[in-house]
């Protein structure tokens, strides 16, 4: 775009040059002969730009064209050796596939594992707190089976008092 640009730019100076020429040179023959020589001019420099454009588009289409059967075949070159790559990795490892199923069983594993290590995490923070429960409770009771033991005995011998207190006034009435 760029050149056709320049190029339109030379024949317009070329073509300017051609009529200061013309008019200062033959500026005593001015007349219809003259005008029609500078539009044959004109038209001439026209037709000559406008041929070397349609070549210069003709080449550009020729490239574009070898471009793409190059790009072609640079697309095929490049999944052959694809395909070749794949061979020489599978030359130099064969046990690669086997290796490669028992990693993906191991990321299986993993994954499955994650879920079930929490689980077995929240199963023993569960047991901790029902033990610790447990424990309070038990303790509680041992306190309460306890102070029951202190009651009944004080129970005891405070019945043990009074009955002793009721023998001797027996006795004494006797």
Known sequence: MQMQKQMQKQELEQQQMLRVKNTTGNSHREGPVEEKEDEEMSKSALVAFRVKEEEIERKKM????????????????????????????????????????????????????????????????????????????????AQLITKLMELVSESERLRMKKLEELSKNIESLH
């Open 62 to 141: 020729e490239v574009r064209e070898k471009m793409q059967a190059q790009m072609g075949r640079v697309q095929e070159e490049t999944r052959r050796l694809a395909e070749i790559r794949e061979e020489l990795e599978g030359m130099a490892d064969p046990m690669r596939k086997e290796v490669a199923a028992v990693r993906k069983k191991i990321d299986t594993a993993n994954r499955e594992l994650k879920p079930l290590g929490y689980n077995c995490q929240k199963k023993e923070k569960e047991y901790r707190e029902a033990l610790e429960a447990f424990n309070e409770k038990n303790k509680e009771k």
